[in-house]
C-alpha cells in the first residue's frame, strides 16, 4: 500500500458518519480559505500581491508535501490552491485593500468551520485525526480530492 493510500485509509477511519463527512466537504475547503485569508492579511516583506504574501509561502510548502505524496495530488493542489489564493487576493481587493477586513472575515470563517468540524466529529464519536498527528490537517483536503478523482476515474 503506498503512504497516500495509508494516509487516506487512517483518516477516513474517523470519518464514516455521513452527516460528519456531510459537514467536511462544506468546512475543509472553508477552513483552507480561511487559514489563506488570515496568512494573507499578515503583512509582507513587500507590496502584498497575489505572489508575495504569506498565504503563497504556505501553499508553496503545502504543494510540496503533496508532490511527495502523489503527482495528481500536487497537481489538484495547485488547481485548488492557486484558486483560494486568488480568492483571497479578490477579497483583499474587493475590501479595497482592507487587511483587517479580510483577517476579520477569514477568522469568522475559520472559527465557525472549526466549531462544525467538531460538531461532526462529535456526532462520529471519534476524535479529529490530527489531534494524533498534524499531518493530517494535509490529508484531510486530500481525502477529500480523492473522491473526486475517483468520480472522474483519475489515477491518485
Known sequence: ??????????????????INKFI?????????????????????????TLYTNWATVLLVFALVYYLRLSLPMFLGFVLIGGAMVYGVNALYELTIGDAK??????????????????????????????????????????????FIYKKLGISY
Not at 462529535?122 to 490537517?137: N, Y
Open 1 to 18: 500500500m503506498s503512504k497516500i493510500d495509508h494516509l487516506l485509509e487512517k483518516y477516513g477511519e474517523s470519518h464514516q458518519n455521513s
Open 24 to 48: 467536511h466537504w462544506i468546512c475543509v475547503p472553508s477552513i483552507m480559505f480561511s487559514l489563506f485569508g488570515l496568512l494573507y492579511s499578515i503583512p509582507f516583506f513587500s507590496e502584498r
Open 101 to 146: 477586513m479580510v483577517a476579520l472575515i477569514s477568522f469568522v470563517i475559520f472559527a465557525v468551520s472549526w466549531v462544525f468540524q467538531f460538531v461532526g466529529h462529535k456526532i462520529e464519536g471519534k476524535k479529529p485525526s490530527f489531534l494524533e498527528d498534524l499531518q493530517f490537517l494535509l490529508v484531510g483536503p486530500a481525502w477529500l480530492l480523492h
